[in-house]
């Protein structure tokens, strides 16, 4: 069965080009042209990933990306004509997998697609913990075979310390691993993230202790 793909696109000729391109590759593709109506698609259908422009009629990429990642871990790359970095990080702080700036070429697009659904498809080597399984190579998370949704920070949060048990990490050096040496901001962006985690996935409510005055760690 082929894969399926949603694209949310109001620019015509751009939709036309991108499903032509999509279609060579043997997906099946559902276009729609404004917010609303992706909404109520995504409501009531499920697809093997989405692609989703941030400047909408109706309702905005980013309220549509937010109900995406409330519902489960479809891969999702936005498209936009806005570069800028604050853009970026946004987005992927809110769950999207990919970004593409306009004006794009289609064939990085179908190459970014294939990447995608092959690591959806192809999960890779995973930690188990419980009822809890995380997929390195495919970024999932599932509980009890239920998918979890994580920002992109949020997985590798949780990977890091999940290949790290036992072991005691302060903020500096969370920040310095997981968000790397040239991030900046405050330190309290730790702790909303491991608030975030805990309150996503029932291990860490009991599995992801505080360290009172050092720091953070994960316990099997």
């Known amino acids: 069965m082929n894969k399926k793909i949603l694209l949310v696109e109001d620019e015509t000729k751009l939709s036309e080009v991108m499903t032509l391109y999509l279609k060579k590759e043997n997906y099946d593709v559902v276009s729609v042209s404004d917010g ?21 009629p109706g309702k905005d990429g980013w309220a549509l990306l ?7 871990n479809t891969p999702v790359i936005l498209t936009t004509a806005r570069g800028e970095e ?52 495919s970024r999932e998370v599932l509980e009890n075979n239920k998918p979890i949704s994580l920002t992109p920070k949020e997985f590798d949060l949780l990977l890091f310390l999940s290949k790290n048990t036992g072991q005691v990490f302060n903020r500096e050096q969370l920040l310095n691993t997981v968000w790397g040496y040239d991030f900046i901001g405050d330190s309290r962006t730790v702790d909303t993230h491991i608030k975030k985690l805990r309150e996503k996935i029932k ?11 050092v720091g953070y760690k994960l316990v099997p």
């Open 36 to 56: 609303r109506t992706a909404e109520d698609i995504i409501n009531n259908n499920t697809f093997d990933l989405i692609i989703l422009d941030i400047m909408l």
């Open 66 to 72: 937010r109900k995406i990642k409330s519902l489960g």
């Open 86 to 137: 604050d853009d970026r990080i946004f987005g992927l702080e809110l769950g999207a997998d990919d970004y593409m700036v306009k004006p794009i070429s289609m064939r990085e697009l179908v190459l970014r697609v294939n990447l995608r659904i092959n690591a959806k498809a192809n999960p890779g080597k995973s930690l188990n913990f419980n009822n809890l399984t995380i997929h390195e190579e």
């Open 203 to 213: 291990f860490c409510e009991t599995h992801l202790l505080t360290v009172w005055g």
